[in-house]
T-cell receptor, first 115, second 115 residues
Framework: AQSVTQLGSHVSVSEGALVLLRCNYS??????LFWYVQYPNQGLQLLLK??????LVKGINGFEAEFKKSETSFHLTKPSAHMSDAAEYFC?????????????FGSGTQLTVLP | EAQVTQNPRYLITVTGKKLTVTCSQN?????MSWYRQDPGLGLRQIYY???????DKGDVPEGYKVSRKEKRNFPLILESPSPNQTSLYFC??????????????FGNGTRLTVT
């Protein structure tokens, strides 16, 4: 079975500052990893995914994440926060087969961007 | 426009009164799933369907039913709702069970309150 832990249920950054949202996973087999974003009153949208190719993955809206097997981490970063980045972010993991059925979500991190 | 449509967006009901939340996708996706989202718990899978007439329990199926008579529709049925089913519900779909090449598409959610 796999699981994912997001450290920090709430993160606040100033506009223009670095965004770092932390995600650690556990999986008995090589995982597929995802970051989703949820804007207010909307469903989840895929930000980026790791599927065993390049360990540094670039996503939409300037976000990127690095898969570090030795640290079992998949932290999400963005060099400069924008007000429009305020949302809830979910890390998710599934088996290397990419099974949607096995997709497990973290508890989410609410990002606040301060002016 | 490719989308997953859920209705209603908001629903307030009383304990024991049967209700149905509809979900429809226009992308000819095989895989569909229902999740509930609760604060601090992330998204938890209720039921999923690999194809027409093929449904199976997720992680939290108690108190829910689903059906998949047509490829595009996947309604969620609460036969006798209880207050602990107050939650935000999401329907999602994917072209196939493999998320490496086919991301999950989410509806905008249904906020259910059971009094």
């Amino acid at each position: 079975a796999q699981s994912v832990t997001q450290l920090g249920s709430h993160v606040s950054v100033s506009e223009g500052a670095l965004v770092l949202l932390r995600c650690n996973y556990s999986s008995s087999v090589p995982p597929y990893l995802f970051w989703y974003v949820q804007y207010p009153n909307q469903g989840l949208q895929l930000l980026l995914k790791y599927t065993s190719a390049a360990t540094l993955v670039k996503g939409i809206n300037g976000f990127e994440a690095e898969f570090k097997k030795s640290e079992t981490s998949f932290h999400l970063t963005k060099p400069s926060a924008h007000m429009s980045d305020a949302a809830e972010y979910f890390c998710a993991v599934t088996l290397s087969s990419g099974s949607a059925r096995q997709l497990t979500f973290g508890s989410g991190t609410q990002l606040t961007v301060l002016p | 426009e490719a989308q997953v449509t859920q209705n209603p967006r908001y629903l307030i009901t009383v304990t024991g009164k049967k209700l149905t939340v509809t979900c429809s996708q226009n992308m000819n996706h095989e895989y569909m799933s229902w999740y509930r989202q609760d604060p601090g718990l992330g998204l938890r899978q209720i039921y999923y369907s690999m194809n027409v007439e093929v449904t199976d329990k997720g992680d939290v199926p108690e108190g829910y039913k689903v059906s998949r008579k047509e490829k595009r529709n996947f309604p969620l049925i609460l036969e006798s709702p209880s207050p602990n089913q107050t939650s935000l519900y999401f329907c999602a779909s994917s072209l196939s069970r493999g998320l490496g090449n086919s991301p999950l598409h989410f509806g905008n959610g249904t906020r259910l309150t059971v009094t």
